[in-house]
């Protein structure tokens, strides 16, 4: 069972287009991270939340954690070819627990 | 600057072999672990190790051993691989118990 399920699995989008992806659960955590990793690579961390109904922009990346500390979502904005990779979020609980993955494809 | 190193890259295993997964961390970090990744299901934790000496389970540690003798290793152990363990396996640390991970370049294991 996945204490994380992120939405959708699978983005395919045209350069330019904005996207959401969704990371939800059933727990309340004490912090969410989300990490992009490239193909034959280790996951990379884009950003931390830790308080609940936090924003944070990382150029053309919104991050947000929901009010309950359950879930979070991460909205990009005219998705570029470099932006192509599988996103994770991952909360921390008693362990740290990573969510099931969103591969996004951009196409140039 | 090494970061978290992991041998071998690629290993090809029969039923019932064992092997060990190397992890090597320069960082000083207290927190290592390792995980699995299977398509469609994300990261899954193996087990964890707050400090040398101090190891512990996590989400799916069935059919691996681990050890922290040093602070900067970490090694997992498959003493009966099956084909159920065919996966890319992650090693991670970082500083304290929350905090940016930082993971190795993966090691993609077949069992046949």
């Known amino acids: 069972t996945q204490l994380l399920e992120q939405s959708p699995q699978f983005l395919s989008i045209q350069e330019g287009e904005n996207l959401t992806v969704y990371c939800n659960s059933s727990?309340?955590?004490?912090?969410l991270q989300w990490y992009r990793q490239e193909p034959g690579e280790g996951p990379v961390l884009l950003v931390t939340?830790?308080?609940?109904?936090e924003v944070k922009k990382l150029k053309r990346l919104t991050f947000q954690f929901g009010d309950a500390r359950k879930d979070s979502s991460l909205h990009i904005t005219a998705a570029q070819p470099g932006d192509t990779g599988l996103y994770l979020c991952a909360g921390e609980g008693n362990q740290f627990y990573f969510g099931t993955g969103t591969s996004l494809t951009v196409i140039p | 600057n090494a970061g978290v190193t992991q041998t071998p890259k690629f290993q090809v295993l029969k039923t019932g072999q064992s092997m060990t997964l190397q992890c090597a961390q320069d960082m000083n970090h207290e927190y290592m672990s390792w995980y699995r990744q299977d398509p469609g299901m994300g990261l899954r934790l193996i087990h964890y190790s707050v400090g040398a000496g101090i190891t512990d389970q996590g989400e799916v540690p069935n059919g691996y051993n681990v050890s922290r003798s040093t602070t900067e290793d970490f090694p997992l152990r498959l003493l009966s691989a099956a084909p159920s363990q065919t996966s890319v396996y992650f090693c991670a640390s970082r500083q304290g118990w929350a905090g940016e991970l930082f993971f190795g370049e993966g090691s993609r294991l077949t069992v046949l």
């Open positions: 939340v830790v308080t609940g109904g």
């Open positions: 727990s309340v955590f004490s912090s």
